[in-house]
């Protein structure tokens, strides 16, 4: 069995721009929790920043993605493959689409964020099959974008029943 791969450090990841990104602008560097960790900094930059149009959101969503996958699969390439659990902008990816499709209000976006944590971390079917079956970038980014989309369903869901 590998031994696990060390953190870099807030500076080497200053050195490199897509570690950077890979570790959640640093996010992922918790020593404990990263995934947590990088969803709450996901979540702080989305609601942060003034809502966009649902059209621009979805851009921004898919853009966020389809670079997610080269980026998590240029660091984790580098940190000598697999999902390390420092790389954490899959989460980004996945909180930010469970916050901009749940119904609008923060007991909404709140219950999303752990649903997709719960969603994440539990993996059942099929987010699961999808991390065991599907390596290198896609596979870091597939898992917690259907995370993503289920907690926001999940959501809707609840929303249509209250």
Known sequence: MNDPVPNPTFREL???????????FGSGLSPQAPGTAG???AAAIWLTL???????????????TVAGVWICGRTTARLGGGDHP???WDEFAGCWITLALVPAGWQWALAGLLLFRLLDILKPWPIKQLDRNIKGGLGIMLDDVVAGIMAALCMQCVRLLA
């Open 14 to 24: 200053l050195a490199r721009p897509v570690d950077l990104l890979a570790f959640g």
């Open 39 to 41: 969803t709450l900094a």
């Open 50 to 64: 003034p809502a966009p149009s649902f059209p621009l959101a979805l851009l921004l969503i898919c853009a966020a």
């Open 86 to 88: 420092g790389i954490v």
